[in-house]
């Protein structure tokens, strides 16, 4: 069993920053995971934000938030983060962190176009104000 636990979401105005947490826990026998974030604005459907294996240096990101966004996973403390730069407006939603332990691809664009991912943290809120 894996849990994900989110933090770092707020207010903010355009052009800031924020950086989402998500913290892995629970009992896995797994090193390597597709680690990905998602989010989910009011009356829109879920898109897949920016995703990575953590076994890898690699990321891939939707094109809204390429140049803008920076997914990055440390390993010794198990931690999934996501730094939000120029912020917009349109970035407001709520955002997940989700995994997947011991993919069967070890590519970053695998787990970008993964959707069943099993694990899902609780979720935090991003409100960008313009």
Known sequence: QVQLVESGGGSVQAGGSLRLSCAVGGRSYYTNYCMAWF??????????????????????YADSVKGRFTISHDNAKNTLYLQMNSLKPEDTAMYYCAADPGPPQDRSAYCYTLQAYPYWGQGTQVTVSS
């Not at 989010?39 to 891939?60: H, L």
């Open 39 to 60: 989010r989910q604005a009011p009356g829109k459907e879920r898109e897949v934000v920016a995703a990575i294996y953590t076994r890898a240096d690699s990321a891939t």
